[in-house]
């Protein structure tokens, strides 16, 4: 168990490196977050993460969806998304497609008992993805993670 008496895992506190850990040798990670699902995507994240873009839901407009997709592509911290449970494979498709390379870390249904969270490409995740529709945020890292604070 890791208790933290200041701050959150991955998020201005040294926890990362033991969420990381659980996740290379498979060992099941639950974060108790309070209210907050952004809180809990990065704690789950295990990447130190000292500073990120949090751009929430991006415009339902597919012209204006797309121009901000681009928008996003030179930013060189991890980039935190969400949208509507209906709009999970959408957003998904189109990362495929604007961010092929960049791992994303994906959080459906957080601290419910079918919560799921992964790591991977979108199209990987399109792949092993349980619900076409569910609650989510998501990290976008941008395509190195090691630029923006990883140990």
Not at 107 to 113: A, F, I, K, M, S
Request: proline letters at 8%.
């Amino acid at each position: 168990a890791l208790i933290s008496d200041s701050g959150t895992p991955g998020f201005c506190d040294p926890g990362a490196s033991l969420v990381a850990a659980c996740r290379k040798y498979n060992i099941p990670v639950t974060i108790v977050p309070g209210p907050s699902a952004l809180m809990t995507i990065l704690s789950a994240s295990g990447v130190q993460l000292n500073s990120f873009f949090f751009r929430g839901f991006l415009p339902a407009n597919q012209h204006e969806r797309d121009l901000e997709l681009k928008a996003l592509k030179p930013l060189k911290v991890p980039t935190i998304l969400m949208d509507t449970p209906y709009r999970l494979t959408k957003l998904l498709k189109e990362l495929a497609i604007h961010f092929s390379q960049n791992q994303l870390l994906v959080g459906l249904n957080l601290t419910q008992p079918n919560e799921w969270i992964r790591q991977a490409t979108a199209r990987q995740i399109l792949e092993m993805l349980p619900y076409s529709k569910a609650e989510f945020i998501l990290v976008l890292y941008p395509s190195n993670i090691n630029d923006f604070g990883s140990d």
